[in-house]
């Protein structure tokens, strides 16, 4: 969300991003109802001194004089309770309109309709080559006894299954050393709470409105009441995560932080929850798209300084870019374009490894600048030098996710005989060169 007083100074950029991001918003009508509303406040201002008036008239008078000021301070009431239903009314529907303003993109932001025109700025290798037909990460993990999927799907439903034997290393050993190198740059490790409040998710932006909307939003919601200490029952709703991200933020909601703090740089370990209501009919097998995962995530919070920002940005994909490397994948990163971006995004790149049954790329992480955009929501603040308080600005990088890797390593590392070669990273945790068959369970 953005500020109003830079909505209003910043109006041809904003409906520029508005198109260029391709989000149903009339910037002139959430500005018409910026002007209700502040008129309305000050006939609110007005009538209410007009009855601290009409009362200290009554308290001096008697007799019929008194009455009739009664009277008047009871219809001057009625007036102010009209004002507030009318300023209520119009509040949220300039609230609904506010959530959709969208960060002005970078300049250096490609301009385009849709995924199919965002823009590869680099790559690391090339898709692997083999002089045999190689197999998908289905057949070698059901060949190898490494994923159940079909117990997975009895137990937990569509999109389930079991991680077993040597997949079990191979997945907490790309975790732990994305943590490991997390930490080495300078980021704090953190374990978030996974079930939060709605603040949460709607400040970092996870909500397609001001409310949960099972229809678009894919989150889990938490239907059973929470009881309290003291034996109340706590209606609140709570909701899983599909990262660390939201938890992240929230750190310091409501919090006005030392400048000198800044930047932060908070890595978080956490399991994370997925819908996936908008890819029905997509990936439907394998580990490419699941409900449930685990995830390493870099979050970034700095001054309010672009260029403060852009810095922390590029360390960050750097990061991402440096564990990729590690495991020996061949990968790229892309540039997101304006209509591929979400509203609140000032600047987005994609990391993608090279999976041999897609025949393609797959997405494995994404490192997005907000700039203040979540902290306007999330009310996190500084104190600059001068004594003035501003948001801060937050991006956050995925480290590494735990399925897809695991999909382009098992993929990538294939052997003609169905065994997958280890990476050289990962051996000293699955305690071995090379996976082959062994007995099942």
């Known amino acids: 969300m953005l500020d109003i007083k830079y909505i209003r100074e910043h109006q041809k950029e904003i409906k520029q991003a508005i198109v260029e991001k391709r989000i149903k918003l009339n910037l002139d009508q959430l500005l018409a109802f910026d002007d ?13 001194s007009e009855r601290k008036k009409s009362a200290d008239r009554t308290e001096k008078a008697t007799g019929k004089k008194r009455e009739t ?30 959530i959709k303003v969208p960060t002005i993109p970078s300049a250096d932001t490609p301009r385009g309709k849709d995924d199919s025109e965002n823009v590869e700025v680099y790559r690391s290798g090339e898709p692997t080559k083999f002089d045999f037909k190689p197999r ?4 070698l993990a059901e060949s190898l006894d490494l994923i159940d999927f079909e117990r997975g799907a009895k137990a937990a439903g569509y999109r389930g299954y079991y991680l077993k034997n040597e997949a079990v290393m191979l997945q907490m050993g790309l975790l732990t050393h994305a943590l490991k190198k997390a930490i080495s740059h300078g980021f704090t490790p953190i374990i978030p709470p996974t079930l939060v409040k709605e603040f949460v998710l709607f400040g970092s932006g996870y909500f397609s409105g001001r409310k ?14 929470d009881k309290l200490a003291d034996g109340t029952l706590q209606k609140e709703d709570r ?22 703090q800044l930047p932060l740089k908070l890595c978080g370990f956490s399991q994370c929850y997925r819908s996936e209501i908008g890819s029905y009919g997509k990936d439907t097998k394998g580990l490419y798209r699941v409900h449930e995962f685990m995830k390493v995530e870099l979050v970034g919070i700095t001054q309010a300084d672009v260029a403060v920002a852009e810095k ?13 490397t590690d495991l020996g994948l061949p990968y790229r990163v892309i540039q997101i374009c304006t209509g ?11 990391i993608e490894a090279w999976m041999p049954s897609r025949d393609g790329w797959g997405e494995t992480g994404s490192a997005s600048n907000f700039l203040d955009w979540q902290s306007q929501r999330l009310n996190v603040r500084y104190k600059d030098a001068r004594g003035e308080f501003r948001h801060v600005y937050m991006l956050n990088a995925t480290a590494l996710p735990s399925p897809r890797p695991l999909i382009a390593i098992l993929e990538n590392y294939q052997t003609k005989e169905g065994e997958v070669v280890v990476p050289q990273l990962l051996r ?8 082959g068959k062994s007995k099942a369970v």
Do not use: C, W
């Open 428 to 435: 000293d945790y699955v305690q071995k060169e090379k996976i």
């Open 239 to 260: 909701f899983l995560v599909g990262t660390a991200e939201p938890s992240l933020l929230a750190y310091y909601a409501n919090e006005v932080l030392d400048e000198k």
């Open 136 to 139: 998908s990460h289905i057949e």
């Open 212 to 225: 949960y909307n099972p229809e678009t939003d894919e989150i889990y919601k938490i239907a059973n009441e």
């Open 340 to 350: 591929d971006m979400s509203a609140g995004k000032y600047k987005q790149f994609d």
């Open 36 to 48: 209700k509303r502040r008129a309305l406040v000050k006939q609110i201002d007005d009538v209410r």
């Open 312 to 324: 922390l940005h590029t360390e960050m994909l750097d990061l991402a870019k440096e564990l990729h």
């Open 69 to 98: 000021f009664i009277e008047e301070g009871k219809k001057i009431k009625e007036r102010i309770a009209q004002f507030e239903v009318e300023l209520h009314s119009v509040g949220e529907e300039y609230e609904n309109l506010m």
